[in-house]
């Protein structure tokens, strides 16, 4: 059974940083694009950062210049590199893939079970 599984995220203080972190486990042959996606409560969930298999990088416009994404194709990771930290970034942030399992054909879509971040004084 494939499945992403999250790490990081919590409180932290506006202007400071968290990183949270992504891994695909299970029996698959390919990891394809990765995301993160977040959503703040009474709004809709919104994608946060983007990387394709060969490292092309896509971003919010809110996260530009503060937000990093990145993957090591050798652990099936997505990293996210938060900085500058606003409190309108407060969201459970949630990894995405898109994967080739072993026991069907075809790519699909997973998601990770959420992390919360907070960003408060």
């Known amino acids: 059974q494939v499945q992403l599984v999250e790490s990081g995220g919590g409180l932290v203080q506006p202007g400071g940083s968290l990183s949270l972190s992504c891994a695909a486990s299970?029996?698959?042959?390919?990891?394809?694009?990765m995301e993160w996606h977040r959503q703040a409560p009474g709004k809709q969930r919104q994608m946060v950062a983007h990387?394709?298999?060969?490292?092309?990088?896509t971003y919010g416009e809110s996260v530009k210049g503060r937000f990093t994404i990145s993957r090591d194709n050798g652990k099936n990771s997505v990293t996210l590199q938060m900085n500058d930290l606003k409190y309108e970034d407060t969201a459970v942030y949630s990894c995405?893939?898109?994967?080739?399992?072993?026991?069907?054909?075809?790519?699909?879509?997973?998601w990770g079970q959420g992390t919360q971040v907070t960003v408060s004084s």
């Open positions: 995405y893939a898109e994967i080739t399992p072993v026991d069907k054909p075809g790519r699909y879509a997973y």
């Open positions: 990387v394709t298999g060969a490292g092309v990088t």
């Open positions: 299970g029996d698959f042959f390919s990891v394809g694009v």
